[in-house]
C-alpha cells in the first residue's frame, strides 16, 4: 500500500508560497513569508531522485499569494506583488537558474488564475473595484506583450479554478458583489460555472455548482481536472453555521453539468486534491470539526467510491501537493517548519 515518508525540508517554511512542477522532473518553489510574516525572496528546487531542496536565484520582488506556473523548460511566476510596488512578472530559466522580471499592469497584482497556452501565459485577474468585470490577458512571454481577453460572465474573486485535459478551463465558486435593497454593495458566494475556450476565444456558462465549497474568508485545493475532460470538486468550506462540508460533485465536460458523487467520510477544508496516475484522487490533510487533519483519503472514479490511505507523518493545512513524473506526490510544507513528504 503507498504511503507517506519524510523527504527533504526546505530551507524555511513558506507560507502563501507558489510551486510548479517543472518540464525536467524538478520542483520550484518561490516567495511566500516566513512564519514571522516577513517576505521573502528566495526560491528552491527539489530533486526528486536526492528528495533534497537546493537554493536558486532568488525573486526580484516579493510575491505572496502568487501563481507560479510551469512554461517550456522554465516557469512564470505572477500577483501577490507587495502593495505600492510595481506588479511584476517574473520568469525562471534553468539554464541560468535566474529570474528576469517584466512590469505589468497594477491590476495583475490580484491575480485569480494563470495557465499556460503556448509561448502565452494566459492570466485572470480579480475585479479591481467591487462591480467591476474580471481583467483576463494573455502575455506574450517573449516579447511581454499584453493583448485584452474578454472577461468572463460572472465576476468573482478567489474562485477556484483549473486547466481540463483539453486546454480548456473551468471557473468556478467565488465570492460575487451586488446591490443590495438599500443601495449598498452586498457580498456573496456564487455556485455558478463557466468555462474559456482558446480556439474560439470566449467563456460559455455551464452547469451550476450545488453548493459553493468555499467560504469568503477560506478555500482550499478543491478542484482538480481528470483525464476524461472533466473535473472533480471534494469538499471545502460549507456556507453558515457548518464551516465545512463533506459534498464531492463532478463536472462531465460532454454535458457541462455537476453531479453528486460519494461524499468524503469527514467534511474539511483547506486539504489538497491531486490525480494519481492510476486516476484516482488523493485527498490529503487539512483542516475539519476535529482540528488539523493528517489522515487522507483515494477516491475511485470508476466505483464512485472512497478509500482511507496512509496519513501524514504530522497534520498539515495550506500545503501543497504535486503529482510527479515517478508518480509520487510531493507534499509541501503546511506544518509550519518547512518539512516536505512523499506519497507512492
Do not use: K
Request: glycine share 14%; net charge negative.
Amino acid at each position: 500500500m503507498p504511503g507517506f515518508t519524510l523527504t527533504g525540508s526546505m530551507s524555511v517554511s513558506r507560507d502563501l508560497r507558489a510551486a510548479a512542477l517543472l518540464a525536467d522532473g524538478r520542483v520550484l518553489v518561490a516567495g511566500g513569508r516566513d512564519m514571522q510574516g516577513s517576505p521573502l525572496l528566495t526560491a528552491e528546487l527539489h530533486d526528486p531522485q536526492s528528495g533534497q531542496w537546493t537554493p536558486t536565484g532568488a525573486l526580484h520582488h516579493p510575491h505572496q499569494f502568487g501563481l507560479l506556473v510551469a512554461v517550456g523548460d522554465g516557469a512564470a511566476l505572477i500577483g501577490g506583488d507587495e502593495p505600492g510596488q510595481d506588479t511584476v512578472l517574473e520568469t525562471w530559466s534553468p539554464a541560468t537558474e535566474q529570474w528576469t522580471q517584466t512590469i505589468m499592469p497594477p491590476f495583475m497584482s490580484g491575480v485569480d488564475g494563470a495557465w499556460p497556452l503556448g509561448d502565452q501565459l494566459l492570466v485572470l485577474c480579480f475585479p479591481e473595484a467591487l462591480l467591476d468585470d474580471m481583467e483576463f490577458r494573455a502575455v506574450d512571454l517573449t516579447t511581454g506583450q499584453v493583448d485584452v481577453l474578454p472577461s468572463p460572465h460572472t465576476a468573482r474573486r478567489q474562485s477556484l479554478n483549473c486547466q481540463l485535459s483539453d486546454g480548456r478551463i473551468l471557473l468556478t465558486a467565488g465570492i460575487c458583489f451586488g446591490i443590495g435593497g438599500g443601495g449598498g454593495p452586498v457580498e456573496f458566494l456564487t455556485r455558478e460555472c463557466e468555462v474559456y475556450d482558446p480556439a474560439t476565444g470566449g467563456w460559455q456558462p455551464v452547469g451550476d455548482l450545488t453548493v459553493p465549497h468555499m467560504s469568503t474568508d477560506r478555500s482550499g485545493q478543491s478542484l482538480v481536472a481528470l483525464p476524461d475532460g472533466g473535473a472533480l470538486m471534494v469538499s471545502g468550506s460549507a456556507v453558515g453555521a457548518q464551516p465545512y462540508t463533506d459534498v464531492v460533485e463532478r463536472w462531465t465536460s460532454s454535458t457541462g453539468v455537476w453531479s453528486l458523487q460519494e461524499p468524503l467520510s469527514e467534511r474539511r477544508d483547506a486539504h489538497t486534491t491531486t490525480l494519481l496516475p492510476d486516476g484516482s484522487v488523493l485527498v490529503v490533510g487539512g483542516e475539519g470539526p476535529g482540528g488539523l487533519r493528517s489522515d487522507c483519503h483515494t477516491y475511485d472514479l470508476a466505483t464512485n467510491a472512497w478509500s482511507s490511505a496512509d496519513s501524514l507523518t504530522r497534520p498539515r493545512v495550506g500545503h501543497v501537493a504535486l503529482a510527479e513524473t515517478d508518480g509520487t506526490v510531493l507534499v509541501i510544507d503546511g506544518a509550519g517548519d518547512g518539512s516536505c513528504e512523499s506519497f507512492g
